[in-house]
């Protein structure tokens, strides 16, 4: 067998144990999971943002509180200004995440804006379940030398079976800053599931024509909401560096264990909704 055979053999091997695992996670936390469910149902459309062009496209342009997306622009910028020297991703060159731990207490724009109400109760009528926060990341992506790889080509995120991340630009953004760009829900079922996660240019255009691409471009500000396991996606293909925010939102019954646990100090878990609570794993 030669090492590329070997490669997508492992590859779809490990996608569907991942699979296999969500029932058991749901099984070891049934009592957790019957709650998310039930408060998702009891959430109200008009609590919301449009749920039925999210389910249609498998993206939406939001607008939350302005004053909350300004605070958070301008607080990554500074954030920026202060960083020194940037650090370095593990596997990725083109970006680098700036945030620590530090920069995420419950009183600081970055988890204000994670855990506002309408985006969370947006976020459970689209998952079917009170979501979990799995991470928050202020990334700077940077050009580089060489041909697009990993993420700056097309993938799908394979953590669950449905999955949210809102994107919040902390710059404009214009195709010289390497927007976010997606293939609306319709246009990714065109593509074979068995292909390998990463899907370079070339090979995604026996599928879908490539001016069917959305690149989402937008001024400083500009908010997405996004099904990134619904829909192909790629980014950080950056002319001019960008500067974006990243939350992301699962079931955190998914098909890998949760990305990490949440701190949450006794006196500020009783400032917080059941809803907040869930969404940082606490009771």
């Known amino acids: 067998m030669d090492v590329s055979l070997k490669s997508y053999v492992r590859d779809q091997v490990r996608r569907n144990a991942e699979r296999l695992s969500r029932p058991l996670r749901i099984a070891r936390g049934y009592g957790e999971y019957q709650e998310r469910t039930r408060l998702a149902e009891a959430v109200s459309p008009s609590a919301c943002y449009d749920i039925d062009t999210l389910q249609a496209q498998g993206y939406l342009r939001i607008e939350p509180p302005a004053a909350l997306v300004s605070e958070v622009v301008q607080t990554s910028r500074k954030k920026l200004a202060d960083v020194g020297s940037l650090p370095q991703s593990r596997n990725k060159a083109f970006f680098s995440q700036l945030l620590d ?10 988890m204000r804006f994670a855990l506002d109400e309408k985006l969370l109760s947006t976020t459970a009528r689209y998952l079917g379940v009170a979501p979990f926060l799995e991470s928050v990341e202020l990334l700077y992506s940077k050009p580089v030398a060489g041909a697009p790889a990993q993420s700056q080509q097309w993938h799908r995120d394979r953590t669950d079976r449905r999955i949210i991340k809102v994107f919040l630009y902390a710059v404009d953004v214009t195709p010289r800053q390497g927007p976010l760009s997606l293939l609306s829900r319709s246009d990714s ?19 879908v024509e490539p001016e069917r691409a959305i690149a989402l471009t937008g001024p400083a500000g500009t908010t997405i909401m996004t099904d990134t396991q619904a829909c192909y996606h790629l980014g950080s293909r950056c002319q001019e560096p960008r500067l974006a925010y990243v939350a992301y939102y699962s079931s955190g019954f ?11 100090p006794t006196a500020g878990r009783a400032t917080l909704s059941r809803l907040q609570r869930l969404a940082l794993g606490s009771s």
Do not use: C
């Open 254 to 264: 998914g098909y890998r264990p949760r990305e990490g646990s949440w701190d949450v």
């Open 189 to 207: 079922a065109r593509v074979p599931e068995v292909l390998f996660h990463y899907v370079p240019d070339q090979q995604m255009a026996r599928y």
């Open 101 to 110: 731990s530090s920069d995420l207490g419950l009183g600081g724009p970055f």
